[in-house]
């Protein structure tokens, strides 16, 4: 079964960066499936991030992130990352990458908690 | 950017009632919107594609429908499980997300 496993919570300074990683198994990782990220401020809704194809590595990132976001593949190991640098409070988050068409996510990962705090 | 606004932001509700949800789309969107239901403490769950498709599984008390700026997603019976926020999301331009509509139980 597609399974997407993310890495563990984080807790960064103002200004730092951050790496999640999020592995996935059940299905061929480089086939026609994208990987979106997308966040969830505590309370709040629902932002899209971006996507990458696992397959040859191309990326979209949201308008208002572009030049802070960076997605990335390993297909050796199944795996996507999302780095985000810069980080201030508006930043902390849970992080969920998810499986998908270039315009659905519909096999999701468990989420990533990103407290950015001095 | 295309911005999505949903309303109610959120409603209380009988068992078995109907509830709608609407979504307006910033501009003509055709019908590139999906619907997601989310659980508290949980990952969203696409549940309505291209405005009005059943996702595989999901049950046929959940019904979207619209094209361009309008959109409606419909619980035709409510039921206890369905307790969440539920989110629509264009895929016409990029992808965005709704504010969201939380319903609970009355």
């Known amino acids: 079964q597609v399974q997407l496993v993310q890495s563990g919570a984080e807790v960064k300074k103002p200004g730092a960066s951050v790496k999640v990683s999020c592995k996935a198994s059940?299905?061929?990782?480089?086939?026609?499936?994208?990987i979106h990220w997308v966040r969830q401020a505590p309370g709040k809704g629902l932002e899209w991030m971006g996507i990458i194809s696992p397959s040859g590595g191309s990326t979209t990132y949201a308008p208002r992130l572009q030049g802070r976001v960076t997605m990335t593949r390993d297909t050796s190991t199944s795996t996507v990352y999302m780095e985000l640098s810069s980080l201030t409070s508006e930043d902390t988050a849970v992080y969920y990458c998810?499986?998908?068409?270039?315009?659905?996510?519909?096999?999701w990962g468990q989420g990533t908690l990103v407290t950015v705090s001095s | 950017d295309i911005q999505m606004t949903q309303s109610p932001s959120s409603l209380s509700a009988v068992v078995g009632d109907r509830v709608t949800i609407t979504c307006q789309a910033s501009?003509?969107?055709?019908?590139?919107l999906n619907w997601y239901q989310q659980k508290p403490g949980k990952a969203p769950k696409l549940l309505i594609y291209?405005?009005?498709n059943l996702e595989t599984g999901v049950p046929s008390r959940f019904s979207g429908s619209g094209s361009g700026t309008d959109f409606t997603f419909t619980i035709s019976g409510l039921q206890p499980e369905d307790i969440a926020t539920y989110y629509c999301?264009?895929?016409?331009?990029?992808?965005?997300f709704g504010g969201g509509t939380k319903v609970e139980i009355k």
């Open positions: 998810a499986r998908g068409g270039g315009s659905y996510a519909n096999y």
């Open positions: 291209d405005a009005s």
């Open positions: 501009q003509d969107i055709s019908n590139s």
């Open positions: 999301q264009q895929y016409d331009n990029l992808l965005t």
């Open positions: 059940g299905y061929s990782f480089t086939t026609y499936f994208y």
